[in-house]
């Protein structure tokens, strides 16, 4: 009897294993190109979360099938297409940029494939599409966060923005920006516009230095922001500076060096001050794989995404139904994500917190935290 009933659980857990599928998931994101420090970011922690986690609660195993978008719009829409009608994916995490997460979004909406972009945070982005989402903030927030620090923390009352015309993130930002700080009592002195790839910025710090503003906002990214902070030193420019995510990342403090010493800027995630115990979980394992114990706040959404579209798997009878897969994580409520507790709406946004950083000695350190 014993060798019988050994038999038949032999049986079955072969059968079942043999039942077992390899399910895709889709990543676009910026792997080269002028962002490949976010994109290879994000990734990491996409990935990583995959290694801790590869299978959903009925044995499936999830594959990852990553496409570099360069950073490029049309590489963007085109590496969605494939995903969808090559490679078969039940869903998309990416992309980076809100330009490009907007062209990733329109291709999947079209074939009801859902996207979950990590760290895309133009209000519009999400604006009537069904099978968009993010596990980020999105503009208006972090702009109400950076204003209303800097008129009521700070007491500064008037500002220069510098904008990149060429990005939607940086527009948005921007905006958001300029409406929460003169609704808190503050006064734009002057708006520039710049575009991703320049170099020289002489003539804008000048004029920022002849506007003589209490504080500067650059909603943009690293490469250009950490230009324009080391510029502004040169001419003697000292003032206080902020921007938004963009510039959430090592890279931009390595390449600013002792330029942007004192820069502020808002960001999702904070390592020293983990708000759940995935984060815990998460960071111990990271320093066990890596040997470091800073988890950059992209790593910890990256990993969010891709642990927001496993859970609303798992609550699928048929974890390949991407209508499915959509509707639950619209309904994810209460999730304990790496970077704080997540709280999806219908729209596909995020509710959470966001945090105010400095750069002291070289390093991103914690400053507060600004709950919605």
């Known amino acids: 009897m014993k060798k019988l009933a050994l038999l038949a659980t032999s049986v079955v857990l072969l059968a079942s294993s043999s039942f077992a599928k390899e399910i895709s998931v889709g990543v676009t994101m910026s792997m080269s190109g002028p ?11 996409i990935e990583f979360a995959n290694a801790l986690q590869p299978k959903l609660k009925n044995g499936d195993t999830i594959k990852l099938v990553l496409i570099d978008t360069k950073g490029d719009k049309v590489e963007s829409a085109n590496a969605a297409t494939r995903l969808i009608s090559s490679d078969k994916v039940v869903g998309i995490i990416g992309e980076l940029t809100s330009t490009n997460t907007a062209q990733v979004m329109a291709i999947a909406e079209k074939k009801q494939i859902p996207v979950i972009s990590p760290v895309a945070t133009n209000d519009k982005l999400t604006e009537q599409k069904e099978f968009a989402n993010r596990v980020c903030f999105t503009d208006s927030f972090q702009g109400a966060v950076v204003a209303n620090y800097a008129t009521k923390d700070l007491k500064l009352k008037t500002a220069v923005v510098v904008v990149d015309q060429a990005q939607v993130y940086s527009l948005g930002l921007a905006k958001a920006f300029v409406e929460a700080f003169t609704k808190a009592g503050g006064k734009v002195v002057k708006e520039i516009k710049v575009s991703s790839g320049d170099k020289d910025f002489k003539a804008v710090v000048s004029q920022i230095k002849a506007a003589n503003p209490d504080m500067l906002f650059l909603p943009m990214y690293h490469p250009e922001v950490s230009m324009i902070a080391r ?13 938004g995510d963009g510039v959430a990342n090592q890279t931009f403090i390595d390449l600013g060096g ?92 995020s509710t959470r917190s966001a945090v105010i950083k400095v750069v002291q000695n070289g390093k991103a350190v914690y400053k507060a935290t600004v709950n919605p």
Do not use: H, W
Not at 35 to 45: I, K, P, S, V
């Open 35 to 45: 962002l490949a420090a976010y994109g290879q970011t994000a990734y990491e922690g």
């Open 231 to 243: 510029q502004a030193k040169q001419i003697g420019l000292v003032k206080p500076m902020f921007s």
């Open 258 to 349: 002792d330029a942007v010493e004192g820069y502020m800027f808002t960001d999702f995630f904070d390592y020293a001050a983990p708000p759940t115990q995935r984060s815990k979980d998460f960071i111990a394992a990271y320093a066990q794989k890596t040997g470091k114990q800073e988890v950059n706040s992209f790593v910890a959404l990256g990993a969010d995404a891709y642990n927001v579209m496993l859970d609303a798997m798992n609550r699928c009878a048929n974890p390949e139904d991407s209508i499915c897969i959509n509707k639950e994580i619209k309904a994810t409520a209460n999730f304990e994500g790496v970077s704080g507790v997540i709280n999806m709406d219908k729209t596909g946004n």
